[in-house]
């Protein structure tokens, strides 16, 4: 069951095709930090580890992370997350799936799992690409910390692996609303746009300052914890409370989208 | 109709046990009250003046909330000033004799401070540079304070304090859960802008975990440093050694240039001050407007003045923040204090104005 | 025989309108059950409460014997069904799409080409199998869907409108498999708003009409209830006006009459006794069209 959510989502050409236009940002990326800026970028601004690409492969996959976490990477979730029952619902084949032996239970639970698997795609896809694209233009020697700790350049992928398994799982909680909102309609889009909303909302609310005692509840507030894996020693405590605050909003979207989905109506 | 309840019901409750352990837990380890052997306020300062060096790591947050309310609206004045407003954060690994790291933690770089016995290094990972400070062989730790006797150090303390602060011990508390005695400082003179200061001292070792200043103008501390999380053990010496990278621009600052660093620049201009203790004022000299108004910005600084009437007829202007307050005085000179701006006003009136 | 499928007191609102209305019937095994009524009078409802897909609001139903909803799922096995239109995801291949289905099932990867092969072949599809669907004409669709209720081996097949669509090749090709289905001993379940057609294909069945069941019963015992009609031909029609009496209903050369079947042979004798030349004498029975008019009403209601 599963592993047939999965092909349905893996099969899917307009799912390939986000795939793949995610994957040629970092190409882009390097391509214009190598070629079509002088002397470098300089002078703070643009995402984290911007300023840092040209000193080592290890940092384009992480800008590209960095640049793409607020807005492009819940924008994909979020259409595979919400087409997943509601595409089924629309296109008829839920009906018949449930008519089956599988229960309501069962087949929502392999929805989650496959949106999930394809948001952890999506932000490895970026890192492998990047990292890829990274060894071509820029120097792969040893990678300095924010730190200045020098690690061995295999750490550093390991670590750039590591922060795209981070900025994937930071994105879980778009997913699962994008999967609870799915399970109330019959329109993929109307799913998709209501978990971008939301997505982008947390993040306004999260900018303005006389809001600052919400935020701690706020699903984007630690979605630049990535970051503190290149510290020496790595600093664990956002990254915690990034995944914590995930855990969170998945646990209530999950409650949402279980339940809705294993007690309402299947009209369509 | 019943599945509504478990469709809608169920989410929700979720949502409501979410939301409560979101903000409840950090109300509840803030709201325990350890039970701890009662002890009396010298009884603490001595305690933590005699208290043995600690190894730790902990997460030290620095909250400053010093324009209050105009912060949101001066959100580039802050920046500006040598304390910055809202809240920052540094690792502190604390080692056994001089070994001390300071991370300080940026949202997307860091500065560092590397200290061994051999030397120093600072690190700012912004433009990748760093400076070094090599230390001479000669121990100069040897402070002739540690020599005294704490008790009677901690009690000549409290007798000094006692004519113009209540020296109390405040009810107990956990700071970054750590069983904690509280020792509160507050004026006994009217005045002064200060409610109270808090000293929070760990109750099995008596290490300072957290400093706050409260202001009479605000329930919540102006000024709050403390540490988030502490863990006392021996940090891994890993923490301390600091090797600059490849193409790092290397700075070398010999003990001397250091020391003269620190020295002030003209030593003969002392600032006059007037009143005493809570109530202390600072006269500062022309310069010392110009130099804010750079730092702040004019218009920054134009917003935060308000026309006050002195005593004779003349109009000064007068900066409120929720712990200094300053008054420009038509002269050009400057009073400054931790004091009310009646304070201010009533010392412009002994300076003969 | 014991019932396939029993309803009982079933009720759904949807808003505040009624779509199933106390509904009551049982579907006796091996049976070929016609459930009848124009769109809209709640057929559709019933049977997605049946297959557990919406919740009734008041009443129970039994789907080879099992009632609780939790359960439903150990019996869903032995139904294959058909439910208004089929259902497919447009960018995978009938053969994936088959396979999706099977894998929902549990049934093993190794058993499912041959079972995917034997309902594609059934319907006719087995050409096009590798087409995404997206890409099949209507009627195509419609067999595919239909090649999904017939995957594997089930005791009671539930059809929603399974000729919606085809073409009347397609739909004499339907009638043929369910035939196929009856001879084997399943149980059919279909629903229908073409009545010609299940008349032709139906043992038993049930009108519904604006939420509620008017009538239910084995089709013979319907039309058993209905008093015969003689269908006289023969000159002059005036004698025979005369003979049969005030019920006559006269049309053109034809006269038609209510009468018990026992009348017949002594009404045929008077006749020629009177020297009136019959051409016609038949005993017409009632179409189900007519039943169905005469319990329901003229025209379809749809609300």
Redesign the interface.
């Known amino acids: 069951m599963f592993v047939e959510e999965l092909k349905r989502v893996f099969r899917r050409p307009r799912n390939l095709i986000i795939l793949g236009l995610i994957a040629l940002v970092p190409i882009l990326l390097g391509l214009v930090v190598r070629f079509a800026s002088h002397g470098g970028p300089r002078g703070?601004g643009g995402p984290?580890?911007f300023?840092e690409i040209t000193q080592n492969a290890v940092f384009l996959p992480l800008a590209a992370l960095a640049s793409m976490e607020t807005l492009i990477l819940p924008l994909a979730a979020s259409i595979i997350a919400g087409d997943s029952v509601a595409g089924d619902a629309a296109n008829g084949s839920l009906r018949y799936l449930l008519v089956r032996r599988v229960s309501r239970a069962r087949t929502i639970h392999a929805k989650i799992v496959a949106a999930l698997v394809y948001t952890l795609a999506l932000s490895l896809m970026i890192a492998v690409v990047g990292l890829f694209a990274g060894s071509i233009l820029f120097p792969h020697h040893?990678v300095?910390t924010?730190?200045?700790?020098?690690i061995s350049f295999l750490h550093g992928v390991g670590e750039a692996l590591l922060a795209a398994l981070v900025v994937g799982a930071s994105i879980f909680s778009v997913t699962m609303v994008g999967i609870?909102v799915s399970t109330f309609t019959s329109s993929s889009l109307a799913a998709t746009s209501i978990a971008v909303t939301v997505a982008i909302a947390s993040e306004v609310l999260d900018a303005i300052?006389?809001l600052e005692r919400i935020r701690?509840?706020l699903l984007s507030n630690y979605w630049?914890a990535f970051?503190?894996i290149f510290?020496t020693?790595v600093?664990a405590?956002p990254i915690y409370k990034d995944l914590l605050e995930q855990l969170?909003?998945m646990?209530?979207?999950y409650?949402?989208a279980v339940?809705?989905f294993?007690?309402?109506d299947i009209t369509a | 109709?019943a599945?509504w309840k478990?469709?809608?019901g169920?989410?929700l409750v979720?949502?409501a046990v979410?939301?409560g352990?979101?903000s409840l837990t950090p109300a509840l380890t803030n709201a325990q009250t350890p039970l701890l052997q009662p002890m009396s306020a010298s009884q603490l300062i001595a305690a933590v003046m005699g208290a043995a060096p600690v190894q730790y790591t902990g997460?030290l947050q620095i909250t400053s909330n010093l324009l209050g309310s105009d912060?949101?609206l001066l959100?580039n004045v802050g920046q500006g000033l040598a304390l910055p407003e809202g809240t920052s954060q540094v690792?502190v690994y604390r080692g056994a004799g001089a070994n001390l790291r300071l991370?300080e933690?940026n949202?997307?770089?860091?500065r560092?401070l590397y200290v061994t016995s051999s030397g120093a290094?600072l690190?700012n990972?912004?433009g990748?540079s760093?400076e070094h400070v090599e230390f001479g062989s000669s121990t100069q730790q040897s402070s002739s304070l540690q020599q005294m006797n704490p008790t009677e150090m901690a009690d000549a303390l409290v007798g000094r304090l006692a004519p113009t602060s209540n020296v109390t011990v405040g009810a107990n508390t956990y700071v970054a859960g750590h069983a904690a005695y509280t020792l509160s400082l507050a004026p006994r003179q009217s005045g002064s802008t200060i409610s109270s200061l808090r000293v929070f001292v760990d109750a099995k070792n008596y290490h300072v975990l957290a400093v706050t200043v409260n202001s009479v103008y605000s329930s919540s501390p102006v000024l709050q440093v403390g540490y988030q999380?502490i863990t006392f053990a021996s940090p891994?010496l890993?923490?301390f050694s600091?090797?600059?990278?490849?193409g790092?621009a290397v700075k070398t600052v010999t003990e001397a240039q250091l020391q003269s660093m620190f020295e002030p620049t003209n030593p003969g201009t002392k600032p006059v001050t007037l009143g005493t203790s809570w109530q202390t004022v600072v006269e500062l000299p022309k310069t010392a407007l110009s130099q804010l108004s750079a730092s702040v910005g004019a218009k920054g600084l134009a917003e935060l003045e308000t026309p006050v009437t002195l005593t004779n007829g003349e109009t000064a202007e007068s900066i409120h923040t929720e712990l200094v307050n300053l008054l420009v005085l038509p002269t050009g000179s400057v009073l400054a204090g931790a004091v009310r701006s009646s304070v201010l006003e009533s010392d412009a009136g002994a300076l003969g104005l | 025989m014991a019932a396939v499928l029993e309803a009982d007191g079933l009720t759904k609102r949807f808003g505040g309108q009624i779509a199933v209305d106390s509904v009551t019937f049982s579907v006796d095994e091996g049976s070929v059950f016609g459930f009848l009524g124009p769109n809209g009078a709640g057929k559709t409802t019933t049977i997605r409460i049946a297959l557990g897909l919406i919740?009734p609001?008041a009443g129970g139903f039994a789907l080879l014997g099992e009632r609780r909803h939790s359960r439903l799922h150990r019996v869903l096995p032995r139904v294959g069904s058909f439910i208004e239109g089929p259902g497919y995801v447009p960018y995978l291949s009938a053969r994936q799409n088959l396979d999706r289905f099977l894998a929902a099932e549990g049934v093993r990867r190794s058993g499912r080409p041959r079972l995917i092969a034997d309902a594609l072949e059934a319907v006719g599809l087995e050409m096009v199998v590798d087409k995404p669907v997206g890409r099949y004409s209507l009627g195509m669709r419609q067999r595919l869907g239909i090649a999904q209720a017939l995957l594997g081996e089930r005791d009671l097949y539930i059809l929603d409108e399974p000729t919606n669509g085809l073409d009347p090749s397609g739909m004499r090709e339907v009638r043929r498999l369910i035939g196929e289905l009856a001879v084997k001993g399943k149980t059919i379940f279909i629903s229908t708003h073409l009545l010609a057609e299940a008349e032709q294909i139906c043992s038993h069945v049930a009108f519904m009409s604006q939420g509620r069941l008017v009538k239910a019963g084995a089709l013979d015992q319907l039309r058993s209830d209905y008093s015969p009609q003689l269908k006289i031909v023969g000159t002059p029609v005036a004698s025979i006006r005369e003979l049969v009496g005030p019920t006559a209903r006269v049309d053109g050369p034809a006269v038609a009459v209510d009468l018990d079947m026992n009348d017949g042979p002594p009404l045929l004798r008077a006749l020629v006794a009177r020297g009136v030349e019959v051409t016609e004498f038949t005993w017409l029975t009632p179409s189900l069209e007519e039943i169905f008019i005469a319990e329901v009403g003229e025209g379809f209601d749809v609300r």
């Open positions: 703070g984290a580890f300023a040893q300095v924010l730190s200045g700790v020098s609870a300052p006389q701690p509840i630049s970051i503190n510290r020693p600093l405590g969170g909003w646990a209530v979207f409650l949402l339940f809705n294993s007690q309402r | 109709m599945r478990y469709r809608f169920i989410p979720g949502a979410a939301l352990a979101a997460q912060a949101s959100s690792m991370q933690i949202a997307q770089s860091e560092d290094w690190w990972s912004a990748s760093a999380t891994s890993s923490n600091f090797t600059p990278p490849a790092t | 919740f609001d």
